[in-house]
């Protein structure tokens, strides 16, 4: 049996494609547990007024409705990021930044697709030079090098404490570095150099990056430099979980049941594809919380006590 607690449905991101989920898996009996934080979401902020049965709501109400109905049906709810997630046999093995480590049976990944931007000079001119937005992609072309990482949630700390694998020395830039404490403590003892409270001001670079300036007129000479500035994305996770993208390569790959390529993996909300709407966030996170609960327990049905698959972790 696994050594960390088992859950059916694990749930990535915590807007209205993973709450309805979460609620829809939790009515099932599933065990359901949430992971991300509220405050995170595109909706938190936002004033609505083109959902059914709704007027001039907002977006944090919403949420924060939609919690505690999570809670009321059984799902337990962490205001915490995925930082790694490995598939071992049926099951999915993940860790956090607050340094939990979970399993699931089934996995509902809605954690939206808002890849943001820079907007500083050298960003565009070199992205494939230099320039990523996925350390899991592109973060064993720089063994040796040293390397900046610019962002200050789960994605740039946790891209950080993956490059220190892999190259010389790793920068991590932000205004404010916004983790779990215990994830803080990582980037400090693994070596992570941190440069809190500044600003990237340009990427340099000819045909290639060369360096990054600062906020505060320092410059580091970076061979490499990857933006993060949000939680695990679209691109991270089809990276280590096999995921197909869409042809835009922007986002996941679905059926009509919101099922993945890869068995016991459903996504939903914007990381499933436009139209951009809560509407169809919701709708879907219905259909995936069911789809996820139903597939978890036909895993229970099918095993028997001591499953070799089981003992694998």
Known sequence: MPDHPLYDVVILGCGPAGLQAAIHAARKKASVLLLGRMDKSSLYWAHVENLCCQFKVTGEEMLRVGREQALGFGAEIVGEDALRIEQKGRFFELATEGG?????????????????????????????????????????????????????QSAAAGGALTLTHMAKSVHLVCEKLDVAEALRAQILERGVILHEGVKPLEIVGTNAVEALTLSDGSRLAVAGVFIELGAKGVLELAATLGLNLDESMKYVDT?????????????AGDIAGPPLQIAKAIGEGCVAGL??????KKIKEAQEPGDEEEDEL
């Open 100 to 152: 939990r480590n979970v399993v699931a049976r089934t996995l509902v990944i809605a954690t939206g697709t808002t890849r943001n931007k820079l907007g500083i000079p050298g960003e565009k001119e070199l992205l494939g030079r230099g320039v990523s937005y996925c350390v899991e992609c592109d973060g064993g072309f720089f063994k040796g090098e040293d390397v900046a990482v610019i962002g200050g």
């Open 255 to 267: 059926d009509k049941r919101m099922r993945t390529n890869v068995p016991g993996v459903f996504a």
């Open 291 to 296: 789809e996820a609960a139903t597939y978890a």
